[in-house]
């Protein structure tokens, strides 16, 4: 069975542009989660989709958005990139609440916004 | 913010040795998962243990869970230069996702 996928797997952008990452969970899986990764914050949650519905949202910007289709795979979009957006994006995948199960994790993306 | 706190942040050890890491959590919560993250790249699960549960085993992890104390351990027995890698423990909170402690650093030598 495949595993989670992202793309692309390195960007790199200027201020005041956008970007949109993509996320394919695991054959099967209907949650997608995403968490910005760095070195001063570590691991943060981003949002959770689950049948093509955003679940939960953490405490980033409205520049942060996602997006799940029907097929499960998820894409999120940055806005107007700042600095410190730079950042590895993974992307998890999980059966279906998860809370109670193991979140899959793609290889990132990593984003540099010069 | 941040849910869950490991100790210590970065971990030196020997091949052969033991590594026992401890994350530190603030509210109640109805699983604690480990997570290991090879340099720069995605996680990958570990166990889970759910609050009912006071220890669990997996080759050669060993996770204990002290709900009273709000914290857990992961033990590492008979490390490998290949157990290299970040850890981190992850909390559920009633309705959300999971929350990620900021990792231990372990450094298998041989």
């Known amino acids: 069975k495949a595993g989670v996928t992202q793309t692309p797997r390195y960007l790199i952008k200027t201020r005041g542009q956008q970007v949109t990452l993509s996320c394919s969970p695991i054959s099967g899986h209907r949650s997608v989660s995403w968490y910005q990764q760095t070195p001063g914050q570590g691991l943060q949650f981003l949002f959770e989709y689950f049948s093509e519905t955003q679940r939960n949202k953490g405490n980033f910007p409205g520049r942060f958005s996602g997006r799940q289709f029907s097929n499960s795979r998820s894409e999120m979009n940055v806005s107007t990139l700042e600095l410190g957006d730079s950042a590895l994006y993974l992307c998890?995948?999980?059966?279906?609440?998860?809370?109670?199960?193991?979140?899959?994790f793609g290889p990132g993306t990593r984003l540099t916004v010069l | 913010s941040q849910q869950g706190e490991e100790d210590p942040q970065a971990l030196s050890i020997q091949e052969g040795e033991n590594a026992t890491m401890n994350c530190s959590y603030k509210?109640?919560?109805?699983?604690l998962q480990w997570y290991r993250q090879n340099s720069g790249r995605g996680l990958v699960h570990l166990i889970l243990?759910?609050?009912?549960?006071r220890e669990k085993h997996s080759g050669r992890l060993r996770v204990t869970l002290d709900t009273s104390k709000k914290s857990s351990s992961l033990l590492i027995t008979a490390s490998r230069a290949a157990d290299t890698a970040s850890y981190f423990c992850a909390t559920d909170q009633a309705g959300t996702a999971l929350i990620f402690g900021k990792g231990t650093t372990l450094s298998v030598s041989s």
């Open positions: 998890a995948s999980s059966l279906v609440v998860t809370n109670n199960n193991e979140q899959f």
């Open positions: 509210t109640s919560i109805n699983n």
């Open positions: 243990i759910r609050s009912n549960e």
